[in-house]
């Protein structure tokens, strides 16, 4: 993939209005991969703006309406500047929630692809609650905004209040907008698709595993969360919540320490 063609729109919040140290990592080497990068922040301090990388634009805006407006923001900016041209561009959004612990093997995954037309990409895939990309790292042509319904979609985003109605209307809303204009979900992690039964004999015997056996459903979770170990492998990445509530129902046991020898515990828990 032409590094020329590949635009960056990152989605940035710290509690505290700090820049991570891993994050300054990740865009450093993203300058390497993308031709512009656009950094939205809700809540930066402006001692913290020096810290970027040269040559990023950096929008601040008010901290209402969760990543997805911090992305409709970038969105903005790039039509201005693009004269809503994105004919030749591969867009990618990327937000804070994820710790990036090697980020060029996550940044030489996601860039190597071509992307089509009728394909929505994302890292992973999903079928928690319903079939959806995962919104904290997907990408795109941008000749899907040649769709009438997929340009007005970006732009009736406004600010939600409340985080579920945030994930129903716009995390599930996006996927639900592509497949309903025939675009296809992809995504670079199969794992937890693959592990769901697909022919009926499959399926009755899946289904009685679950019910008599309490089999775990892990087709339908979300796999950053329970196959955090590949994601950490693959793409160099971990979910700062995932960090943070440390819970053991996801086998994160020695991943503090594995961050703390990294100097990126404190990063995690700071955030």
Sequence with gaps: MNKNNNVLIFAHYHSKGLIRKDILNFLKKSKKFFTKIIFVSTKIKGNEICKIPSGIKIIKKRN???DFCSYKKGLVYLSSKYKRNFSNKNLFFINSSILF?????????????TLKNKEFWGLSRSLELTNHIGTYCF?????????????N???????LDDRNKVVSKYELGLSN???KNNIELKSFYKKNIELKANNIFEKISQ???????KTPKYYKKNPINYFW???????????VKLIKENNTKYGTEGLRSILKNKNLLFEALNN
């Excluded at 612990?101 to 692809?113: A, F, G, Q, V």
């Excluded at 990408?139 to 009438?148: A, D, P, R």
């Design 64 to 66: 209402v309406g969760y």
């Design 177 to 179: 907008l592509m497949i």
């Design 153 to 159: 979609w970006w732009k009736s985003i406004k600010p």
């Design 139 to 151: 990408f795109f042509s941008g000749k899907l905004f040649e769709n009438e319904n997929i340009f």
């Design 101 to 113: 612990i090697r980020p060029e093997k996550l940044l030489n995954s996601i860039t190597r692809k």
């Design 207 to 213: 289904r009685y595993k679950e019910i008599f056996f």
């Design 229 to 239: 170990k590949d994601f950490y492998n693959k793409y160099g990445i971990i979910k």
